[in-house]
């Protein structure tokens, strides 16, 4: 149901999953008024002149909320009635059919707002080297999966034939099928055999060796000449291979030293090692990679941290793993599942044969304990059991014979391995989902101050010594040592809009920092009805109520309407019953209310410190199930109630029931360009994708958009499941077959773009979308598919009507980090040391010739400030640098 507010927005937390055809009463993606939804389709029935009445302004014509099939509406404006103004009509272009039609906007100049000064980016200036690139292609037979052997088998070969047949050439190689060379090879193809002695087939065959046919062809020259026309912005494409041949360059030799994993190298000798906890633990490394920028080719070099897997005996392992002693009690059904899940894939290598150190990869776990175990010893099949084997051949006597053993190898030819023989090689990346308590441990490690990281990253370009780098040298790149100084802007913070009841009515935040004191929600929201239901067992039920009220008095003195007493008395819980426990108050509560026609506006939780998935859980009931705003505290702070705590949840509390705390000064005055001279919406977009391990799970899509015009600090959110891994958002528009309507069209768009009418009378006449966590190899598709929805969501509204559009790609996914020039200067830091809020940076490390720049908005609480990076992939509004990235800081503020 819509929680309406003033300007009757809303955020709508019913069941926005449903699909319309199949809505019901409650809930909804176009939920009216407060907890009784209507369907969409309803929305054709109204009189025309409640239509064109939206909740907040004066008459318009029809809006089109009139109907949502694809026969236009009776009341539906025809064409020459909606009143596009002409500079925004034509600004429209049609949406290209194909990325090579697509051209990202070019740099509308620099951005001169602010306060100029210098900070030091994590960018190392590389020359572009003038030598003739060659590309080979590489077809290894017999073929393997994995580019270790791949590696070990080009590595063989330029060791035996580099100063022959490879005419001196040191190649680059990226153990897959491209090797590529400074200058021709002497032939145009040709043949090798190489050797290779195998020691890790997994079946626990001898030792043996394994020969490879290699065969190399010249592919083509990679053209550098076409780089330097980029860099200098003579080009609109990035040639990718250039970069790609440099990269690969460049990774040749940490790749030989270190870990690899993905752009990053690890390796246990690089700084802390810690454990994690349950067998896992952080090896430090840094993140390398070659980005085109204004100054030219850029090394963007950064400090990184990853898990994994501890080399340690597997019963050490699963000594961890279970977090108790092992040989106390036998393993029940779920220590099974749990070691078994832990260590499918694993690779161990034996410790009972002396210096022979097999490898092999766990496969799974016997059924039987060891002690059951037999196998067959001969043709006649004999049969001997795995303790007196080991006992006869190696002398080995086997402790723990109640635990089952490793299965490893293939399944056809099973071998058994006792877990105390075994031991865990080291170098294994750990990708599966870590739990709460190493992630904290995991962040404990990588939390750095600025000017540590800093440190470590010029210590990290030292060691890498590219210019001693025999890779490096052979195709001419030179990297600078030094990080890049580039000139950035420190934007002013916005004056916020507070109540005039308060003591304070404005406030201009100090430092990316304020406080409510003497200060009021600029609309305080109403909460009339509620519960509380207390998870955690170190809270009694009066120290529950107790808090409530405190809670509930902090959020009356902020200015909202807030009743003292709740619905019914706090109950205590289990975790574990949280779904019985939800439904069951809440329907108490309801079931309370009915006879006074009333609704439950909101559900306070108290959690215990360490939750693991109660939150979750709990979060996706009320949001999915009930339909009921919830507010979730942790026990350490229902303890301290400190006076800070309670004022700030009471700002999530009202935004959550459709208050509005602050308000943009220049909002209401009308004075931000490309927003207060005509209604706008603004939306945010993002999907999140499961965790590495989870192959089955959906990606969720969310999207939001403003309620409110021309404040523009309301929000109202969709969420919608889809094809798991997918980024495209699906269900922006979608059309579907009704028995009874035909073609009928919806999605999230469409249901925000409604939603925004209905709430402010107004049809927005320009779209501003910031787009989440796209990374750049999916720029075009993103924009293609999602503009396209974009588009066919307003003409669904209405024939013609086409708003224009500004896509903008957040990215926070980067390596980019700024320092400021001096860490001493007091003025130039925040209190944590990171660059102030407001750093904006659009010149040297930025793109060549498009339209993207870095912003911290934010203050650093703790680590090192991250900024975002904004890059514009369409822009039909025609914002100047200065215009968007003034909106952007100041929309932060509204956060």
Known sequence: PQQGGAGGGGYSTGRGLVPQSQQTGRGGYSAGGR??????????????????????????????????????????????????????????????????????????????????????????????????????????TPEVASRGVNR????????????????????????????????????????????????????????????????????????????????????????????????????????????????????????????????????????????????GLSLNIDMSSTAFIEPLPVIDFVAQLLNRDVSSRPLSDADRVKIKKALRGVKVEVTHRGNMRRKYRISGLTSQATRELTFPVDERGTMKSVVEYFYETYGFVIQHTQWPCLQVGNQQRANYLPMEVCKIVEGQRYSKRLNERQITALLRVTCQRPQEREYD??????????????????????????????????????????HDTGREKN?????????????????GGTVSNWICINFSRQVQDSVALRFCCELSQMCYISGMAFTPEPVLPPISARPEQVEKVLKTRYHDAMTKLQTQRKELDLLIVILPDNNGSLYGDLKRICETDLGIVSQCCLTKHVFKMSKQYLANVALKINVKVGGRNTVLVDAISRRIPLVSDRPTIIFGADVTHPHPGEDSSPSIAAVVASQDWPEITKYAGLVCAQAHRQELIQDLFKTWQDPVRGTVSGGMIKELLISFRRATGHKPQRIIFYRDGVSEGQFYQVLLYELDAIRKACASLEPNYQPPVTFVVVQKRHHTRLFANNHNDRNAVDKSGNILPGTVVDSKICHPTEFDFYLCSHAGIQGTSRPAHYHVLWDENKFTADALQSLTNNLCYTY
């Open 35 to 140: 907890g009784r939804g209507t369907s969409q389709q309803q929305f054709a029935e109204r009189p025309p002149e409640y239509q064109g009445r939206g909740r907040g302004g004066p008459p318009q014509p029809a809006s089109f909320e009139a109907g949502s099939s694809s026969r236009p509406p009776e009341h539906a404006p025809s064409a020459q009635s909606l009143h596009i103004p002409e500079e925004a009509g034509q600004a429209i272009q049609p949406v290209p059919s194909s990325s090579k039609s697509v051209r990202f906007p070019l740099r509308p100049g620099k951005g001169c707002t602010g306060t100029k000064c210098i900070v030091k980016a994590n960018h190392f200036f590389a020359e572009l080297p003038d030598k003739d690139l060659h590309q080979y292609d590489v077809t290894i």
């Open 152 to 295: 070990a088998v080009m590595e063989q070969l330029v060791k035996l034939y580099r100063e022959s047949y490879l005419g001196k050439h040191l190649p680059a190689y990226d153990g897959r099928k491209s090797l590529y060379t400074a200058g021709p090879l002497p032939f145009v193809s040709k043949e090798f055999t190489i050797t290779l002695i195998d020691d890790d087939d997994g079946s626990g065959m001898q030792r043996r060796e394994c020969e490879f046919r290699v065969v190399i062809k010249l592919a083509a020259r990679a053209d550098l000449h076409h780089l330097g026309l980029f860099l200098q912005g003579k080009q609109a494409d990035a040639p990718q291979e250039a970069l790609q041949v440099l990269d690969i360059v460049l990774r040749e030799l940490p790749t030989s030293r270190y870990c690899p994993v993905g752009r990053s190298f690890y390796s246990p000798y690089l700084g802390r090692r810690q454990s994690l906890g349950e067998g896992i633990e952080s090896w430090r490394g840094f993140y390398q990679s070659i980005r085109p920028t204004q100054m």
């Open 457 to 498: 990253i010029i210590e990290t370009v030292h060691q890498n010594a590219y210019h001693e780098d025999p890779h490096a040298k052979e195709f001419g790149i030179k990297i600078s040592e030094k990080l890049a100084s580039v000139e950035a802007r420190i934007l002013p913070a916005p004056w916020l809009k507070y």
């Open 507 to 523: 406030c201009l935040p100090q430092v990316g920092q304020w406080n409510m004191m003497n200060k009021k929600m600029v609309n």
